[in-house]
């Protein structure tokens, strides 16, 4: 179901990242909330995919309604 995030307790403290990287997943969400755009995000991380993108944003939102 999240096979491109990662949470692995040896990367940043088991936070969930972008399976192969260190970018954790509230960094996606909040640059977001913050204005910025797919498309400045697949600038500013050259490694990152669309599908990245939308599976963080995905478990981000299945994190949130567990915990309501």
Known sequence: M???IEINPEILLGQPVIKGTRLPIYVIVEALSQGDTVEDLLTAY????RDDISQALRYAARD???RA
């Open 2 to 4: 999240f096979d491109r």
């Open 64 to 66: 949130c309604s567990y």
């Open 46 to 49: 050259s490694f990152l995919t």
